[in-house]
């Protein structure tokens, strides 16, 4: 008995800690390495009235491989430490421990795997683009000469950006007049006088 529970503590605390040293890795090299973690649990689960209970995150294809791993590391840590704590507190029968360690293990995963998919869902692109300011209406910050380029200032997501702006009909645009923007191009947008 005391063998096995030394075994199920070494599973656990390797597979743990490779778990840990890969997650590290990936933080701190700024890689993504892993990402992929899929469940599929059909039969006996009823999620919101279907049979099949799945959880699927994606990363590309690179990563898949290191993502299985990820996944099968977190099985074995938990569903090993569950096993252990069973067989030091209970007299269960082994294949009512088993059954519980497998349980806790996919247990682990999916909670692991609902996790990442609301981190995903939750994050925001903190890059502007020029695009965004298509069809919006800003101020010339740097006169717009006929056939130059000056600034103009245009709010995108709630910050107010200064851009590199040429006229569209060769119009000189003067400082603090209100400009249309109506198309972006690779390093300036295009604009028109606006007419308020």
Do not use: C
Request: hydrophobic share 50%.
């Amino acid at each position: 008995m005391q063998e096995i529970l030394n075994i199920l503590f070494w599973a656990g605390t390797l597979a743990g800690g490779l778990l840990i040293l890969l997650l590290l890795i990936s933080i701190f090299s700024g890689l993504e390495i892993g990402g992929d973690l899929d469940v599929d649990m059909g039969g006996d689960v009823d999620v919101d009235a279907g049979g099949d209970m799945d959880g699927h995150l994606d990363a590309d294809g690179s990563s898949a491989g290191l993502g299985v791993i990820k996944t099968l590391l977190t099985f074995i840590s938990v569903g090993a430490f569950t096993a252990r704590a069973i067989f030091l507190n209970t007299s269960w029968s082994w294949t009512i421990v088993i059954l519980t360690a497998l349980a806790a293990g996919a247990v682990a995963v999916m909670l692991l795997t609902w996790f990442f998919r609301w981190l995903l869902r939750n994050q925001e692109e903190g890059n502007w683009h020029l695009w965004q300011a298509e069809g919006k209406v800003g101020t010339v910050y740097v006169p717009i000469p006929p056939e130059g380029k000056g600034r103009i200032i245009v709010e995108i997501d709630n910050v107010r950006r200064e851009i590199a702006a040429r006229s569209e009909n060769g119009q000189q645009l003067r400082t603090h007049e209100k400009a249309f923007v109506v198309k972006a191009e690779e390093d300036h947008v295009v604009v028109i006088p606006y007419a308020s």
